[in-house]
């Protein structure tokens, strides 16, 4: 078994950065998954993976523990939730009322 330190390598960044699907994110980083969630929230597990890398990793490259420890913590706020409630996309955040057009805006 490789160890974090190695996967900290060149190679952890090749690999990294070829993976794809959330699928390939998840089983190449160990984390179990049930697939009828991924199948729902793919993009939303990725996009929000994207954003606790950016956040809590900004100006410096993550390491394996790291990226594996907030792809978990990204793929569990789906378990037990929905897209509606985590509202990872704009379309879900506008959705609460934020979104207002006046009428007048409508007309020419």
Sequence with gaps: M???????????????????????????????????????????????YHDYLAKQEAGRTPAYAACRAWLLRAYEDFVGSSA????????FRKADGSSFVPLSALVN
């Design 84 to 91: 509606q409630q985590e509202k990872v996309f704009a379309v």
């Design 2 to 48: 490789t160890s974090d330190a190695e996967r900290c390598t060149d190679s952890f960044a090749d690999d990294f950065a070829n993976l794809g699907c959330a699928e390939e994110f998840l089983e190449y980083f160990g984390v179990a998954y049930d697939r009828r969630v991924v199948e729902v929230y793919r993009l939303h597990i990725l996009q929000r």
